[in-house]
């Protein structure tokens, strides 16, 4: 009789459990399917077979072992932009510049893999990543301490300092950094030292664990400290925040910095694990894939790391689709932009689901020159 | 343009004077003491960063009047650069198909303002966040273009600057003035149309009562959401217009993500600008000034590395915008969806 209960509870609560997690998974889920379809029709309309297209990428990205290693180290980076680009999000704030950060992430630790020698490999790697990701801080910081004390849109300021970041890493690479050897004349920084690189275990890189640990800390700091609290309280209602006592300004500045350092870990990480240098155009759009996979993961830290397996996937087999199915890779780009739209629009998917809003916070960001 | 609230004491009007045009007066002052200086030195310079700083302006200012019809209706449209990229894509395609100019350009327009109405559905009808939507317009635009574009196509041809008669014999500013291609007169001409539709007509009054107090305007019988839609479509045309110019007045062919950020800085030439068209269309000359200027220091000999030059207007633009967003009066609803009772 009590035990009989307790299943029945048990399988109440299950049931409950399965139910909320369709309730957040639907939409997002819904978005990618219609995206697929829509891309689909673009493909037909412009002559391609979107089966043998979109079976190419399932094979590029899923089809072996090491096209799956492929797409977990694709995923990777995106990880780290979803991450911060989410972590924004939740103060309100929309950190259209992890793309620079990442920039910037990624020379600052091709340099400290070439420049500092004679390390043991454990601790070349982690102070390259921390090096990268100071760099992604500090860079974050600027558009986070000029929306704290004058209003200027973070919106704004983080896209025109991604061409401010595009600028110096180019110089540097083309400049004082150079790879000078072998009469190279390629603007690119010298290949970082062996103990500098991040290693793969089989086919699976060393950096999607650090990835999924980093995730881990994130949903921690979000939901189980004080400084989580700030976090979410000044995106859902700075004025509420401002007088319970909280430092808004503070949340603001500490919120971009911690999303710079997350979007600064992410080049460091392709640098070290995957590119082996600073190489101007080797990182575009990795930020601004960060947009998308914090929407589509709902700006959940959990949700992101899906997100950012299946826009890797789309990446990782984008060539192999060019090869195999003669069409343009740049497909993807609008499938992902069409995902973000059905995500974001999911008064659409909700009509014809007819399901009720039961996923995750809303975001809301605050408009132009709000203190 | 500011309403003044109860002043405790009333303000020297000298005083008020200054702190509404000193800053405009400074930086004109500065601009024609640097180029009459600049003509005594070498004339034939100062022309050509005159006809630079009004073809570098053009599609900055039309990219502000674009985001300022959407504002002043309370839409926020961070998308300007995708709709100019897209309707640079479209112009110069169909330029390439069917070798007619005029087409071309109605192409840009058209395809910009379907872009404006793909804004509109979103943040008036779907009442999404208006910044992402916005997001999702550029990169749209991004990935359309860049799959469908094929490396090795020109134009048909540019649009050619056409000479006023006597006018663009004036030393210093005729060439630079009445010596343009059409885009460019038509970019003079729709300052003017925007300025005096916003701030002279009906519908400029309902469109600012809407950007101010939605509510109000609907108590009155204005439709909040058609005056939002046609604005936001209006505006998508003029970017589409900005488009046209880069691939079919500008540089004759397009290039993967042209427009360079310019959509941005376009926003921030807005804001510079007051929500104002005159206002945008003196930052629009400030900055076709600067990267004037720019360009020239590059062909000086002048060892800064090219990189820190270029990425001068990025820099103006935050730091304009970190200084003025403050003294701007943006319309009070701005962003905000539009809830029916």
Not at chain 2, 258 to 284: I, Q, S
Request: net charge positive; glycine share 12%.
């Amino acid at each position: 009789m009590d035990n009989q209960a307790k299943t029945e509870a048990g399988n109440q609560s299950l049931s409950d459990w399965f139910k909320s997690v369709w309730h957040v998974i639907a939409i997002p889920l819904a978005a990618v399917l219609l995206a697929l379809v829509i891309g689909a029709i673009l493909l037909i309309v412009s002559g391609a077979n979107p089966i043998e297209a979109y079976a190419a990428l399932i094979e590029g990205s899923f089809g072996t072992m090491k096209a799956f290693g492929r797409t977990l180290a694709k995923a990777t980076p995106l990880i780290f932009s979803g991450l911060a680009v989410a972590l924004a999000f939740k103060a309100g704030l929309f950190n259209i510049g992890a793309q620079g950060q990442l920039l910037l992430g990624a020379l600052v630790s091709a340099a400290a893999g070439f420049l500092i020698k004679g390390l043991p490999p454990f601790l070349h790697v982690t102070l390259a990543l921390l090096a990268g990701a100071i760099a992604g801080a500090l860079f974050g910081a600027i558009p986070g301490a000029l929306k704290a004390y004058t209003g200027a849109s973070e919106v704004i300021t983080t896209i025109m300092l991604n061409y401010v970041a595009i600028n110096i890493t180019d110089y540097l690479a083309d400049g004082p950094l150079k790879d000078i050897s072998g009469g190279n004349i390629v603007a690119r920084t010298p290949a970082i030292l062996d103990s500098a690189r991040i290693p793969s275990i089989g086919e699976i890189p060393v950096g999607f664990f650090l990835a999924i640990i980093v995730s881990i800390i994130v949903w921690f700091t979000l939901w189980r400290t004080t400084t989580g609290f700030e976090i979410r309280t000044v995106g859902l209602s700075p004025h509420a925040a401002k007088y319970s006592g909280m430092r808004v300004a503070f949340t603001v500045i500490l919120t971009m910095v911690i999303s710079g350092f997350l979007a600064g870990i992410g080049g460091s990480i392709e640098t070290l694990g995957i590119v082996g240098r600073y190489q101007p155009g080797f990182n575009t759009g990795l930020g601004f894939d960060g947009i998308t996979i914090a929407l589509l993961g709902k700006t959940h830290p959990f949700g992101i790391i899906p997100a950012a397996i299946l826009i890797g996937a789309m990446k990782a087999g984008a060539s192999t689709m060019q090869f195999n199915a003669g069409v343009a890779k740049e497909i993807t780009d609008v499938i992902q932009a069409l995902m973000l739209f059905f995500v974001t629009a999911d008064m659409i998917i909700r009509k014809m689901l007819r399901t009720k809003d039961g996923g995750g916070e809303k975001i809301t960001l605050s408009g132009w020159g709000q203190k | 343009m500011q309403t003044t609230t109860s002043l405790p004491a009333p303000v020297s009007p000298w005083k008020r004077f200054i702190k509404r045009w000193g800053v405009t007066i400074f930086i004109t002052l500065s601009v024609v003491g640097v180029t009459i200086w600049q003509y005594a030195v070498d004339a034939r310079v100062t022309e050509a960063v005159l006809a630079s700083t009004i073809r570098q302006s053009t599609p900055l200012v039309l990219g502000a009047l674009c985001g300022l019809l959407g504002e002043r209706s309370a839409v926020i449209n961070i998308g300007i650069e995708g709709q100019m990229l897209l309707g640079a894509f479209v112009g110069f395609l169909v330029n390439v198909w069917t070798g007619n100019l005029l087409v071309a350009v109605f192409a840009s327009i058209l395809t910009g303002a379907l872009m404006g109405l793909l804004l509109a559905y979103m943040s008036v009808t779907l009442k999404m966040d208006q910044i992402i939507g916005g997001t999702v317009i550029n990169i749209l635009a991004l990935g359309l273009t860049g799959y469908f574009y094929q490396v090795g196509l020109t134009t048909q041809g540019k649009l050619q600057p056409i000479s006023l008669g006597p006018l663009a014999d004036i030393p210093i500013l005729g060439p630079a003035i009445f010596n343009n291609p059409p885009i460019t007169y038509a970019t003079f001409v729709l300052v003017i149309v925007v300025h005096y539709v916003l701030f002279y007509t009906k519908w400029g009054l309902r469109t600012r009562a809407v950007g101010e107090h939605p509510r109000a305007a609907d108590t009155l019988g204005v439709n909040v959401f058609k005056i939002r839609y046609v604005n936001v479509i209006a505006g998508g045309a003029i970017a589409g217009l900005a488009g046209g110019f880069l691939t079919l007045e500008a540089v004759g062919s397009f290039e993967r993500a042209m427009t360079n950020g310019r959509g941005f800085v376009a926003l921030a030439v807005m804001l510079f600008g007051k929500y104002t068209p005159l206002g945008a269309w003196g930052a629009a000359l400030l900055f076709g000034f600067a990267n004037a200027m720019q360009t020239q220091l590059q062909f000086a000999d002048i060892k800064v590395a090219h990189q820190f030059i270029g990425m001068l207007p990025y820099v103006l633009t935050i730091v304009i915008l970190s200084g003025f967003v403050g003294r701007t009066r943006i319309p009070a609803a701005d962003g905000i969806p539009y809830e029916k009772e």
